[in-house]
């Protein structure tokens, strides 16, 4: 269980205005955090509807509200919330939608999921473990150009080509197949350690890249302004700046949609859920 506080909680519910007896979507469950707090506030007559990609996230719903009469939970990626709306007949009729961006606490912490740099465990990254490949077997093949485009464009890494040249070098002599392993090549190339760790960046490209996580989103916030009742808010969590820039023209270019409201993360934030020091929340509403 996430012993943190849900990123942004209390911005979250004024975003989403939750009103007793709607229809809601918590489009990246968790640990469900945020769909506590939008049960407590919708009551019986009301329906939320959790969707995650990953199956012990999945698991957690079923366990932790798998008996309430007003919740239910997919497994799938959040663009084909389309097609749960088609078949439940709820088209157009949707309250809110929201979307708390990029990977849990607990894929973090767990070892096993190969997420971090700071707990060793095989090289994998993958939020839905049924689809595409682990990075180990991507990084097993992929040119030194393709890794240095990846760690360039979801990383913002300046350092990508020296990385990827090392990565290259050093799977020559032995596979790369656990985080430990990729993070101490990356803190060799880049030298000294700072506050930061230097692997940081190349983790973040790579876990975006093999999760489509930028294509995913784009898809999800077309779905999602689709479904929407009139007055319905659209509310995004994103925590770095390529998916914020995504979130931020998307409400800007959709005539439809009505920009409500724009959080950027302060110290209190960051104290209740480090993981929200980089966080930014917009929330829409589709115009009447
Ligand atoms: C930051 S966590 C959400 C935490 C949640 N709000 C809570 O309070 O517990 C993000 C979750 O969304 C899921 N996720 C990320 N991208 C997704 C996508 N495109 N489709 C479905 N689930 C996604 C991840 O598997 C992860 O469980």
């Given at each position: 269980?996430?012993?943190?506080?849900?990123?942004?909680?209390?911005?979250?519910?004024?975003?989403?205005?939750?009103?007793?007896?709607?229809?809601?979507?918590?489009?990246?469950?968790?640990?469900?955090?945020?769909?506590?707090?939008?049960?407590?506030?919708?009551?019986?007559?009301?329906?939320?509807?959790?969707?995650?990609?990953?199956?012990?996230?999945?698991?957690?719903?079923?366990?932790?509200?798998?008996?309430?009469?007003?919740?239910?939970?997919?497994?799938?990626?959040?663009?084909?919330?389309?097609?749960?709306?088609?078949?439940t007949d709820r088209v157009g009729?949707?309250?809110?939608?929201?979307?708390?961006?990029?990977?849990?606490?607990?894929?973090?912490?767990?070892?096993?999921?190969?997420?971090?740099?700071?707990?060793?465990?095989?090289?994998?990254?993958?939020?839905?473990?049924?689809?595409?490949?682990?990075?180990?077997d991507w990084l097993s093949r992929?040119?030194?150009?393709?890794?240095?485009?990846?760690?360039?464009?979801?990383?913002?890494?300046?350092?990508?080509?020296?990385?990827?040249?090392?990565?290259?070098?050093?799977?020559?002599?032995?596979?790369?197949?656990?985080?430990?392993?990729?993070?101490e090549i990356v803190r060799r190339?880049?030298?000294?350690?700072?506050?930061?760790?230097?692997?940081?960046?190349?983790?973040?490209?790579?876990?975006?890249?093999?999760?489509?996580?930028?294509?995913?989103?784009?898809?999800?916030?077309?779905?999602?302004?689709?479904?929407?009742?009139?007055?319905?808010?659209?509310?995004?969590?994103?925590?770095?700046?390529?998916?914020?820039?995504?979130?931020?023209?998307?409400?800007?270019?959709?005539?439809?949609?009505?920009?409500?409201?724009?959080?950027?993360?302060?110290?209190?934030?960051?104290?209740?859920?480090?993981?929200?020091?980089?966080?930014?929340?917009?929330?829409?509403?589709?115009?009447?």
């Amino acid at each position: 269980m996430d012993s943190h506080r849900p990123v942004m909680l209390e911005e979250a519910l004024a975003g989403l205005a939750v009103r007793p007896g709607g229809c809601y979507i918590d489009a990246t469950f968790g640990r469900g955090g945020h769909a506590a707090a939008i049960l407590e506030q919708l009551g019986d007559g009301g329906w939320l509807q959790g969707f995650d990609q990953d199956p012990e996230a999945v698991a957690t719903a079923r366990t932790r509200f798998g008996d309430a009469p007003n919740f239910g939970i997919r497994y799938a990626r959040f663009d084909a919330l389309g097609e749960w709306v088609v078949e439940t007949d709820r088209v157009g009729a949707v309250d809110g939608v929201l979307m708390d961006l990029g990977v849990s606490s607990p894929q973090l912490d767990n070892a096993a999921r190969g997420f971090s740099f700071q707990h060793d465990g095989p090289l994998d990254m993958r939020m839905d473990p049924e689809r595409g490949e682990p990075v180990a077997d991507w990084l097993s093949r992929a040119s030194a150009e393709e890794i240095a485009d990846v760690l360039y464009i979801y990383g913002e890494e300046r350092a990508s080509r020296r990385i990827a040249r090392a990565i290259v070098a050093a799977r020559v002599e032995t596979p790369i197949t656990t985080t430990g392993q990729l993070a101490e090549i990356v803190r060799r190339t880049m030298g000294r350690r700072g506050r930061i760790h230097p692997a940081t960046r190349s983790f973040q490209a790579l876990r975006i890249f093999i999760n489509d996580e930028l294509g995913a989103l784009e898809a999800g916030l077309a779905r999602a302004a689709e479904i929407l009742a009139p007055g319905g808010r659209l509310v995004v969590i994103s925590f770095h700046s390529l998916e914020d820039r995504i979130v931020k023209r998307f409400i800007r270019d959709a005539s439809q949609l009505k920009a409500v409201q724009r959080v950027l993360a302060d110290e209190q934030h960051a104290r209740d859920n480090p993981r929200a020091r980089s966080a930014v929340l917009r929330a829409a509403e589709l115009r009447a």
